[in-house]
């Protein structure tokens, strides 16, 4: 079954530094997103991402934020310095449609860890 | 603001017992309403809603969607120690998902 896999599954760095979070959606999905979950807290919207633009961002993802789609099947979420309160479980998702009309299939997440 | 609630925070329940799950929501551009089943990492699908009163079923559990009163609720039905999870509620409104807290349930032997 496909599936949505992302790299690293735990990422440490220290804080100020850039990160790179690495997402492989699914081969046939034209939607992407980044989600974090902070621990113990509830799954929060960052990007949405179509036709190689942002489509949707909340305000969590400000200007240290951006998403890259460099090839054919990478999707990746760059923090370009990071904070103590960026540590997280990011989840990356992908869909055929969007607006509701299809269902969105999450990776396993990576594990962030800013100290 | 667009919100999502889910109720209860946390259950505790015996192996056989049939537990219910609520959530309501209130956002401003309605598509469509998805479950979710966190173990230890990753969402995994359970449903996804988009008409009311059409039951959907998988197994033990089912899902139905009330568009008028803007809840939902998943019913899980002679509970076993593997439905232990968080179950999130999540409304896509048409360009990105918004979840609720979840609900932790606990399926103890």
């Known amino acids: 079954e496909p599936e949505v896999t992302q790299t690293p599954s735990h990422q440490v760095t220290q804080m100020g530094q850039e990160v790179i979070l690495r997402c492989v959606p699914i081969?046939?999905?034209?939607?992407f997103y980044w989600y974090r979950q902070i621990l113990g807290q509830k799954v929060e919207f960052l990007v949405s991402?179509?036709?190689?633009?942002?489509?949707?961002k909340s305000e969590i993802f400000d200007d240290q934020f951006s998403v890259e789609r460099p090839d054919g099947s990478n999707f990746t979420l760059k923090i370009r310095s990071t904070k103590l309160e960026d540590s997280a479980m990011y989840f990356c998702?992908?869909?055929?449609?969007?607006?509701?009309?299809?269902?969105?299939?999450f990776g396993a997440g990576t594990r962030l860890s800013v100290l | 603001e667009d919100k999502v609630v889910q109720s209860p925070l946390s259950l505790v329940v015996h192996e056989g017992d049939t537990v219910t799950l609520n959530c309501s929501y209130e956002?401003?551009?309605?598509?469509?309403l998805l479950w979710y089943k966190q173990e230890k990492k990753a969402p995994t699908f359970l449903f996804m809603l988009?008409?009311?009163?059409i039951e959907k079923k998988s197994g033990r559990l089912s899902s139905i969607l009330d568009k008028k009163e803007l809840f939902s609720i998943l019913n899980i039905t002679a509970t076993q120690t593997g439905d232990s999870a968080i179950y999130l509620c999540?409304?896509?409104?048409?360009?990105?998902?918004?979840f609720g807290a979840g609900t932790r349930l606990t399926v103890k032997p």
């Open positions: 998702a992908s869909s055929r449609l969007a607006g509701g009309r299809d269902i969105q299939y």
């Open positions: 081969s046939n999905h034209l939607y």
């Open positions: 991402f179509y036709n190689n633009e942002i489509s949707e």
């Open positions: 956002v401003t551009n309605f598509r469509s």
């Open positions: 988009t008409s009311s009163g």
């Open positions: 999540a409304v896509d409104n048409n360009n990105d998902m918004r």
